[in-house]
């Protein structure tokens, strides 16, 4: 079945692993650095974007609802409707803290995202 972009609805985590992301201006935004799964329910909790930095020194890590995330053949990667200065706003962490407590760290980046997106 399907996404609304017209995509199949599976897919391996490795070939999301390190997959650009850019803003809907085309400018690149940062990269898919990891996925983050809930073992008990089956579900993905949250994708983890990796963004500034060098050769991962300095670089930040936010936690985003995968359903943000729209793949674009033609761009090459995925694409968020924020804007860069939206996702510097959001919550960042270290990428160890994303797993804690059960991965609900993501609930302050959840909460920050659904303000910025109409309902």
Avoid: C
């Avoid at 599976?10 to 898919?32: F, L, P, W």
């Avoid at 609802?65 to 960042?92: H, I, N």
């Amino acid at each position: 079945m399907p996404t609304a972009s017209g995509h199949t609805r599976a897919i391996a985590a490795s070939k999301v692993q390190g997959t650009s992301v850019y803003n809907t201006a085309g400018e690149a935004i940062g990269h898919v650095e990891d996925i983050v799964l809930d073992k008990l329910t089956d579900k993905v909790l949250f994708a983890v974007l990796g963004f500034g930095g060098f050769l991962g020194i300095g670089e930040k890590y936010h936690a985003m609802p995968w359903s943000m995330l729209d793949y674009v053949p033609a761009q090459g990667g995925y694409v968020v409707k924020l804007s860069r200065q939206q996702l510097e706003g959001a919550p960042t962490y270290e990428l160890d803290d994303l797993i804690r407590n059960d991965g609900s760290s993501n609930t302050p980046s959840f909460d920050y995202y659904s303000r910025l997106t109409p309902h």
